[in-house]
């Protein structure tokens, strides 16, 4: 079945960088996607990355996409306080429309 | 403002009680997907429609039932509540086939008691 997994923590200081992986199972995701979730708000979309990509770069955001290993990684340049919050990683899933599945998210604290 | 309205926003229910949850997509939006965040289990895919016909079904237990409205609106209903059904729930709507993905509601915050 689908299965998309993340590491639960990381923890940098600020002006640090943060790389942030994740692994997906469905090889025929045609997006792949970084959503941030800050405490007590819904989750709001960061970055996607198209299945015919490598890396695409949007500021402060880098993801990478190595689609033999079916891994995803989000970089964020020089962190900071803000950037605190849970990252989720998602694909989309063919068989279910346009549903994505999401990892259980990853925890970024980011001290100063 | 995502543009994508839940409400309530906080549920606070006894067990065996039913609820009805409810979620106005973004103008324009056809699809609607509703999602449980818990703790332990993550974000979990639970249903998805799209322009008043459900399209995909993911985790949804037989107590919970969804369904979309003429105007788009949708409501996630809960019914025979357990402890375990205490979580956030999320609505989310999006442009079917559009690569930007959702855009989510703040959700509904439902505990059982």
């Known amino acids: 079945g689908e299965d998309v997994e993340q590491s639960l923590f990381l923890s940098v200081r600020e002006g640090d960088s943060s790389v942030i992986n994740c692994t997906y199972t469905?090889?025929?995701?045609?997006?792949l996607y970084w959503y941030k979730q800050e405490p007590g708000a819904g989750l709001q979309l960061l970055t996607y990355i198209f299945s015919n990509m490598d890396m695409k770069q949007d500021q402060r955001l880098t993801v990478l996409l190595n689609k033999k290993d079916k891994h995803l990684s989000l970089r964020i340049a020089d962190t900071q306080t803000g950037d605190s919050a849970i990252y989720f990683c998602a694909e989309s899933i063919n068989q279910a429309g346009t549903a994505l599945i999401f990892g259980k998210g990853t925890t970024l604290s980011v001290s100063s | 403002d995502s543009g994508v309205t839940q409400t309530p926003k906080h549920l606070i229910t006894a067990t065996g009680q039913r609820v009805t949850l409810r979620c106005s997509p973004r103008s324009g939006d056809l699809s609607v997907y509703w999602y449980q965040q818990s703790l332990d289990q993550g974000l979990q895919f639970l249903i998805q429609y799209y322009n008043g016909e459900e399209r995909a079904k993911g985790n949804i237990l037989e107590r919970f039932s969804a369904q979309q409205f003429p105007d788009l609106h949708s409501e996630l209903n809960l019914s025979s509540l357990e402890l375990g059904d205490s979580a956030l729930y999320f609505c989310?709507?999006?442009?079917?086939?559009?690569?930007?993905?959702?855009?989510f509601g703040s959700g509904t915050r439902l505990t059982v008691v």
């Open positions: 469905d090889s025929s995701s045609t997006y």
């Open positions: 989310a709507s999006s442009n079917m086939g559009s690569p930007y993905g959702y855009t």
